[in-house]
Antibody, heavy 121, light 107 residues
Framework: QVQLVQSGAEVKKPGASVKVSCKAS????????IHWVRQAPGQGLEWMGV?????????TYAQKFQGRLTVTRDTSASTVYMELTSVTFEDTAMYYC?????????????WGQGTLVSVSS | AIQMTQSPSSLSASVGDRVTMTCRAS??????LAWYQQKPGKAPKVLIY???TLHSGVPSRFSGSGSGTDFTLTISSLQPEDSATYYC?????????FGQGTKVEIK
């Protein structure tokens, strides 16, 4: 069965970097794009970026995160990584990876369990 | 970036009621819109994609309509388990953008 398993909760100080992993299983890793979505406490969903795990691992990021967000993949480990640098208190959130089903339409069909990133001094 | 505006931000209705919420895009997005349901402490789940296609396993009381800039999610007969927050998401172009959500409460 398809699974996306994320790494555990993180606590970071302002200015630090955080790297969250998303390990895929149960399907062909390079056949589906992986997106990152975050949700601050009590707030809505925010799209962060996407990676195409095949080929060169092309990425697209939301303008808001340009320069701070890097999404990479390790095809040998079927794992996608999300690294956010220079974190601030406003980056405290649950971070989700999600797989996109794509044929003629797109939607998130599988999600990771979420990784809570807390930024605290 | 395309802005998605959902309304209302919250609503309260009784079991059996017909419930409607809307999502408006700041520019035309064809039918590239999905609806997600999120319950507290859980990841979102897709209900509808491509504006009106019901995802496998989703109850038929959920339906979607619209095109271009205006979209609607309808729950034909509200059930207790439908208490959740609902988000629209445009996948017309990057950056994908979510609406701010509609919280549905059961009276």
């Amino acid at each position: 069965q398809v699974q996306l398993v994320q790494s555990g909760a993180e606590v970071k100080k302002p200015g630090a970097s955080v790297k969250v992993s998303c390990k895929a299983s149960g399907y062909s890793f390079t056949s589906y794009y992986i997106h990152w979505v975050r949700q601050a406490p009590g707030q809505g969903l925010e799209w962060m970026g996407v990676i195409n795990p095949s080929g060169g691992g092309t990425t697209t990021y939301a303008q808001k995160f340009q320069g701070r967000l890097t999404v990479t993949r390790d095809t040998s480990a079927s794992t996608v990584y999300m690294e956010l640098t220079s974190v601030t208190f406003e980056d405290t959130a649950m971070y989700y990876c999600a797989r996109v089903f794509s044929s003629s339409s797109y939607f998130f069909d599988y999600w990771g369990q979420g990784t809570l990133v807390s930024v605290s001094s | 970036a395309i802005q998605m505006t959902q309304s209302p931000s919250s609503l309260s209705a009784s079991v059996g009621d017909r419930v409607t919420m809307t999502c408006r895009a700041s520019q035309g997005i064809r039918d590239d819109l999905a609806w997600y349901q999120q319950k507290p402490g859980k990841a979102p789940k897709v209900l509808i994609y491509a504006t009106s296609t019901l995802h496998s396993g989703v109850p038929s009381r959920f339906s979607g309509s619209g095109s271009g800039t205006d979209f609607t999610l309808t729950i034909s007969s509200l059930q207790p388990e439908d208490s959740a927050t609902y988000y629209c998401l445009q996948d017309y172009n990057y950056p994908w953008t979510f609406g701010q959500g509609t919280k549905v409460e059961i009276k």
